[in-house]
């Protein structure tokens, strides 16, 4: 599996869905007003949009800690090839929410007037940097050690195995095309449509003659890749946001998508089901794992030893030796105990 392989995964993975279920009445559908209905009772920012699928996704601290995880377990078969690498920094611990505040375009007032159309920082293509040019300075023998090779597997591939042990399958492709088709979709919804026209003659007020939201973020003069955000863009970002606003565009978009979810969730109950078993069995192993290394580091280095990441291991995991020795990789040290007399116990 190469790397673009393994990249696809980890990004299908972390769309996958959470094991809460929820879903009101599939087929009562928000009633429309001009202004439209509120996003959230209390909402007052676009980034408390809230959508049926959600609950399904990882939220962006699941997702952080599922690449610690990640990362533990990959140090730790990189350990048995004697290679080592300082991995970049996954950063803070992020909220425990989805972020839905860019899917209709610009819609947070307060980022607008700070990056205009640009992601925010630590967002996308800019924060992406430090990872692709530590990416880029792996030697061949760093690299086949990660990614493998066409006679060898990598330790990307060993770590996700391991990692999906015991979870179920769910069709995850088939929930993110439906997660982008309901955008799409609802987009041409009678009261979206009216709402759009009701944005473009605000815009055009404004004196910003875009057709729809997407030609106003899309205009090249803002070049989106680099990193320059000028005052022009910042200014016609917040303009957008109103209109978005006034014109009742965002609420009556985010309504008829929150609808069209309830009923997919309604209709394929069983799929949906198969994808919150999915993602509870995984976030199970992600938290299995980074518990047994909290344990096993603090008694390890209680007694003086190098931590060891497998012991002592729940019971999920009783057969990581197996693994590591089937995936031809060291297996893991025994943890040392720490006896009542301070003598360190084997």
Known sequence: MDRRHITALVALVAA????????????????????????REGTSHASELVLPFDTYKWTARETWLHDRARRVLTERCLEGRDVSLDFPDTGPEPPDSYDNSRRYGVADDRAAALYGYH???????????ATTGWGEALSAEEEAAL??????????RHTDS???????????????????????????DPTVTQARKRWRTCMNQAGHPYTDPSAAI??????????????????????DVRCKQSSGLLS??????????RQLIARHADTFEALSSHKRALLKNVLAVLNSQAVS????????????????????????????AQADIAAPEPAVEQTPGGEPEP
């Open 16 to 39: 996958a869905l959470t094991a809460l279920a929820a879903c009101s009445d599939p087929d009562q559908r928000p009633e429309h007003s001009a202004a439209g209905p509120s996003l």
């Open 119 to 129: 992601l925010p920082e630590g967002e996308g293509s800019r924060d992406s940097g």
């Open 147 to 156: 990614y493998g090779t066409d006679l060898s597997p990598g330790c990307y």
């Open 162 to 188: 391991l990692l999906a042990r015991g979870v179920p399958e769910a069709d995850l492709p088939w929930f993110a095309d439906q997660s982008a088709e309901t955008l799409v979709r609802t987009e041409n």
């Open 218 to 239: 899309g205009d090249p003069r803002w070049n989106l890749e680099g990193p320059t955000i000028t005052e022009r863009e910042k200014k016609t970002a917040r303009t």
């Open 252 to 261: 009556n978009w985010h309504a008829a998508e929150t609808a069209l979810q």
């Open 297 to 324: 580091g603090s008694r390890a280095t209680a007694a003086g030893h190098r931590p060891s990441v497998f012991r002592p291991m729940p019971p999920l995991f009783s057969g990581a030796d197996e693994f590591f």
